[in-house]
């Protein structure tokens, strides 16, 4: 999609610090890491958000999830880690492509 940043992140017209890519998504380090491991997971079809999710994106979704724990085994934190997709602007939304964040390294302390 036109003037989305993580789509030209995904065709390689904005540059990023890949951590793995395969035909359906495309993971990346966050440019401002909120914890010692951040990277990002985004699906390659622009998908705006959370709220835009339906059956036809199951596998997609569980697909990326499954990389997640296959990318936390290799990065070394599988033991403990959060998974967080900010839908909209209430939740701090600031690019609207879908992407789950994955965050750990260190003691996260409880989400409440
Ligand atoms: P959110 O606030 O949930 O929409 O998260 C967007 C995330 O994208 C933030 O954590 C930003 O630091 C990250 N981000 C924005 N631009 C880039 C970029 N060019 N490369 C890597 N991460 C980015
Ligand atoms: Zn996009």
Redesign the pocket.
């Known amino acids: 999609m036109e003037n989305c940043?993580?789509c030209k992140?995904i065709a390689g017209e904005?540059?990023?610090?890949k951590v793995y890519e395969d035909d359906l998504c495309y993971a990346?380090?966050?440019?401002?890491?909120?914890a010692p491991q951040?990277f990002?997971v985004v699906p390659k079809a622009h998908i705006a958000a959370a709220n835009e999710i339906t059956e036809e994106h199951a596998a997609l979704v569980g697909h990326i999830f499954a990389v997640i724990a296959e990318l936390t085994k290799e990065l070394g934190f599988a033991d403990g880690f959060r998974v967080?997709?900010?839908c909209g602007e209430d939740?701090?939304?600031?690019?609207?492509h879908l992407?789950f964040?994955v965050l750990g390294g260190k003691p996260l302390g409880s989400f409440n």
Request: glycine fraction near 4%; aromatic fraction near 12%.
């Open positions: 940043i993580f992140i904005i540059p990023s610090k990346f380090y966050d440019i401002q890491p909120l951040h990002l967080v997709t900010n939740a701090g939304q600031t690019v609207k992407h964040h």
